[in-house]
């Protein structure tokens, strides 16, 4: 009679931990490649943010500066400095970063863009 019990509660056991270990293991596997993920992500998004703001610096120092200080910073002024910064921008970020930010923002350009704007208003606040 107890050797029954003890069949029946190994069956029952055996039953229950190894689904359990097993859903427990993918669980665990899951959250450690959201977290290699997240740190990667946020590796990719400190570096492009890091890029922006050099070239948004070095727009300012070897264009905008002169510009403004000459009463010459116009519309076109704006743009050329715009697309300045992207080339700059561009020609630093690595092909992982790109492929990362269409692929998660869509539109390079676009989000160069905002980038680059967001940046020169934190600058213009800062001083």
Not at 27 to 53: C, D, F, P, Y
Request: cysteine-free; overall charge neutral; glycine content about 4%.
């Amino acid at each position: 009679m107890d050797e029954i019990i003890i069949n029946i509660i190994s069956v029952v056991v055996t039953a229950m931990v190894i689904p359990l270990i097993t859903l427990l293991g993918t669980k665990l596997i899951q959250w450690i490649g959201t977290k290699i993920e997240n740190e990667k992500a946020a590796k990719i998004v400190a570096e492009a943010s890091a890029i922006v703001l050099n070239s948004v610096k070095t727009v300012f120092q070897t264009y905008v500066d002169s510009l403004k200080k000459s009463g010459a910073f116009n519309q076109t002024a704006q743009e050329v400095a715009l697309n300045r910064a992207k080339e700059i921008t561009l020609s630093q970020l690595s092909n992982e970063t790109i492929k990362y930010i269409e692929k998660n923002h869509g539109d390079l350009s676009s989000w160069l863009t905002v980038q680059i704007e967001a940046t020169i208003n934190t600058l213009k606040h800062i001083d």
